[in-house]
Nanobody, 124 residues
Framework: QVQLVESGGGSVQAGGPLRLSCVVS????????MGWFRQAPGKEREGVAT????????YYADSVKGRFTISQDNARNTLYLQMNSLQPEDTAMYYC?????????????????WGQGTQVTVSS
């Protein structure tokens, strides 16, 4: 059974950093697309950043380019999201997801494996 467990969320002042982690277990494939997504109250879930665990470019939402960095540690089966210069509009529940789909064109409904989420709250 595939499990994704996020951690690292919390409350931070605007301009501050946070690093999220997502540990994956039980996935039967060695390489797959993984990503970070977020959902603010009253809004639809949106993609933040995705990366293929086998290597290649990362993809970012325009709203986080230059501030967020997605990375992975395959030895630890862990995905990270380094978030710098956080702003109040970054406040949301952050989820990681994984699936055997092409990262560049994958749509959110195509991801079948999700974590439970970790809350990020940025105050001004």
């Amino acid at each position: 059974q595939v499990q994704l467990v996020e951690s690292g969320g919390g409350s931070v002042q605007a301009g501050g950093p946070l690093r999220l982690s997502c540990v994956v277990s039980g996935y039967p494939y060695r390489h797959y697309c993984m990503g970070w997504f977020r959902q603010a109250p009253g809004k639809e879930r949106e993609g933040v950043a995705t990366i293929y665990t086998g290597g290649g470019p990362a993809y970012y939402a325009d709203s986080v380019k230059g501030r967020f960095t997605i990375s992975q540690d395959n030895a630890r089966n862990t995905l990270y999201l380094q978030m710098n210069s956080l702003q109040p509009e970054d406040t949301a529940m952050y989820y990681c997801a994984a699936d055997l789909i092409p990262c560049k064109v994958a749509r959110i409904p195509q991801y079948k494996n999700w974590g439970q989420g970790t809350q990020v709250t940025v105050s001004s």
